[in-house]
């Protein structure tokens, strides 16, 4: 099993930035992708961003140049930088990570708050 721990949601300003970190552990060999899925109140859960452990990166195209995601392999912990946050960013965000030692598994993180006031 893998447990994913995110940290760094809060409230802020439109224009902000937040940083958010998703640290996994547990039975963590074979970690291939990672990345951020959100979900706002009555949406549908969209992806964000995601990075292969060979650090290829893929965002949605609302974010594009505005979020980044990184991910330090050895820490096995990623992260997302957050900037020019605009008020429809507000949304709960969920880490996951995706298994290939073991079969395909995915795991979830139990998700932050990004609240982004006008």
């Known amino acids: 099993q893998v447990q994913l721990a995110e940290s760094g949601g809060g409230l802020v300003q439109a224009g902000g930035s937040l940083r958010l970190s998703c640290a996994a552990s547990?039975?963590?060999?074979?970690?291939?992708?990672m990345g951020w899925y959100r979900q706002a109140t009555g949406q549908q859960r969209e992806l964000v961003a995601a990075i292969t452990s060979g650090n290829s990166t893929n965002y949605a195209s609302s974010v594009e140049g505005r979020f980044t995601i990184s991910r330090d392999s050895f820490k096995n912990t990623a992260h997302l930088q957050m900037s020019s946050l605009k008020p429809e960013d507000t949304a709960v965000y969920y880490c996951?990570?995706?298994?290939?030692?073991?079969?395909?598994?995915?795991?979830w993180g139990r998700g932050t708050q990004v609240t982004v006031s006008s």
């Open positions: 996951y990570a995706v298994q290939t030692a073991y079969g395909l598994k995915t795991y």
């Open positions: 547990g039975n963590i060999f074979g970690i291939n992708a």
